[in-house]
């Protein structure tokens, strides 16, 4: 009888595909996923701590679980992820019938670990490190249309607020042999896009001279047969090199989108910040990308309230996104978290100004948002088909190469094929469309 497992995903891509990897991994040893954690023989929690507001979730939704294994001793109950790799053992003191802990980099270690618990073992707990290449894991067997594809872990840029370093370590690369062959075993198996992730691709296999760079990569990508279109994220400003710049316009199937936080527009927060880049650098690289590919999507990663920001700072940030004008942002208040270098700083920007930047910010993000989907009216785009829109069911709903949603008429055979929508109406959060063509 083959056994069940849930496993609740919070936070990243990165945490999204390492929880199709364990499911890989538990389906080749006879577990079968289930939706519905009640009828489960495993639950296991995939956590982030980057941010707060996951963490306290992660940690909220543990104490649903406690009561079933109460109710059921042998439900096996674990945590995965960076908060299992923060706390380690304190989680077993923490969380009362807690069967194990997981880090990132013991994934592969996960069938061992259940089939120890089974036997009678507690509070097995696993978050070191593995030395060199990232472990090798099993290829996702369900049909994708678009597909993650991991080219490296962890990161060495130390900004002063981020836990990466500790809980996803220091960069390591996968060898670009093992990421050309899982790509075209997705590709054969129907996936038409890759999205390669990374804490900072951009930094992939930098300081392995005999490997191929990050932009050779998305070359030999683009040679595989059957792929239509590819992404990365995320970017780190400090190593977006003009190689990689350069790539957007001569990779055929590279997306014209770019995910590149910037955090902050002041120089002194960004100095704070430890990000390795001056405002002006950032703008300069802006630019240089909207010179090769003027139609390309940039989008980001913003903060505000970090230790030491004034009004001034903050009216820089502003002046940085009305000089980008991004496609997209992810904003959010700055919370201190621990193991950083900023969190031994006083958090001395109050909550309500945090609040009121906040809304500010996002405020302006939107206007520019809005006239960005309306500029597109008109136009005709190439849609990737995702499937049924969840407004409607006689639209579809798919991507644009730069990463925009379009919803438009049209019927379920159109799932996975690439089609053109002329733009009939931009809005805030996603645009119509009509086939065409």
């Given at each position: 009888m083959e056994k069940r497992v849930y496993i609740k995903t919070f936070g990243c891509q990165m945490n999204e595909h390492d929880s199709e990897r364990m499911l890989a991994l538990l389906e080749g040893c006879g577990y079968q996923e289930t939706k519905r954690w009640e009828e489960a023989d495993v639950i296991l929690v995939n956590t982030c701590t980057v941010r707060e507001k996951p963490e306290q979730k992660a940690y909220s939704i543990m104490g649903r679980f406690q009561q079933l294994k109460e109710n059921n001793p042998a439900v096996i109950v674990g945590i995965?992820?960076?908060?299992?790799?923060?706390?380690?053992?304190?989680?077993?003191?923490?969380?009362?019938?807690?069967?194990?802990?997981?880090?990132?980099?013991?994934?592969?270690?996960?069938?061992?670990?259940?089939?120890?618990?089974?036997?009678?073992?507690?509070?097995?707990?696993?978050?070191?490190?593995?030395?060199?290449?990232?472990?090798?894991?099993?290829?996702?067997?369900?049909?994708?249309?678009?597909?993650?594809?991991?080219?490296?872990?962890?990161?060495?840029?130390?900004?002063?607020?981020?836990?990466?370093?500790?809980?996803?370590?220091?960069?390591?690369?996968?060898?670009?042999?093992?990421?050309?062959?899982?790509?075209?075993?997705?590709?054969?198996?129907?996936?038409?896009?890759?999205?390669?992730?990374?804490?900072?691709?951009?930094?992939?296999?930098?300081?392995?001279?005999?490997?191929?760079?990050?932009?050779?990569?998305?070359?030999?990508?683009?040679?595989?047969?059957?792929?239509?279109?590819?992404?990365?994220?995320?970017?780190?400003?400090?190593?977006l090199t003009e190689e990689t710049i350069e790539a957007f316009g001569t990779v055929e199937h590279l997306c014209e989108h770019l995910h590149l936080p910037f955090q902050a527009g002041s120089d002194g927060v960004l100095a704070r910040m430890n990000r390795g880049h001056t405002r002006e650098e950032y703008l300069s690289k802006a630019k240089r990308l909207r010179e090769k590919v003027p139609q390309i999507s940039i989008t980001a990663d913003v903060m505000v309230g970090f230790p030491g920001e004034t009004e001034a700072d903050f009216d820089q940030t502003l002046e940085l996104m009305r000089a980008v004008k991004f496609d997209g942002l992810y904003s959010f208040k700055y919370s201190p978290r621990k193991g950083t270098r900023a969190a031994q700083w006083r958090d001395d920007c109050p909550p309500e100004v945090k609040q009121r930047r906040l809304e500010v910010l996002q405020e302006l993000q939107r206007g520019i948002t809005l006239r960005k989907n309306k500029a597109l009216e008109e136009a005709v785009k190439e849609i990737l088909v995702e499937g049924q829109s969840r407004n409607s069911p006689r639209k579809m709903t798919g991507r644009t190469r730069c990463n925009r949603i379009v919803n438009f008429t049209g019927g379920p055979e159109l799932a996975g094929e690439l089609v053109n929508v002329k733009i009939t109406e931009g809005l805030q959060n996603s645009i119509r469309g009509e086939r065409c063509g």
């Open positions: 995965a992820g960076c908060v299992a790799q923060q706390e380690g053992e304190q989680l077993l003191a923490r969380i009362p019938n807690l069967d194990f802990v997981l880090g990132p980099g013991k994934i592969h270690r996960l069938p061992e670990i259940l089939h120890a618990v089974a036997q009678g073992s507690r509070g097995v707990c696993a978050v070191d490190f593995e030395n060199g290449d990232l472990v090798d894991l099993p290829i996702p067997h369900t049909r994708q249309l678009s597909a993650y594809v991991t080219i490296m872990q962890g990161c060495d840029n130390f900004c002063s607020y981020c836990i990466v370093p500790s809980v996803r370590g220091r960069e390591r690369s996968r060898p670009s042999n093992e990421v050309l062959a899982e790509i075209d075993a997705l590709i054969q198996s129907g996936a038409k896009e890759v999205v390669l992730l990374g804490q900072n691709v951009n930094a992939y296999a930098k300081n392995k001279p005999h490997e191929l760079t990050f932009p050779q990569l998305l070359a030999k990508i683009n040679e595989i047969p059957g792929l239509e279109r590819i992404r990365f994220t995320t970017s780190h400003p400090r190593d």
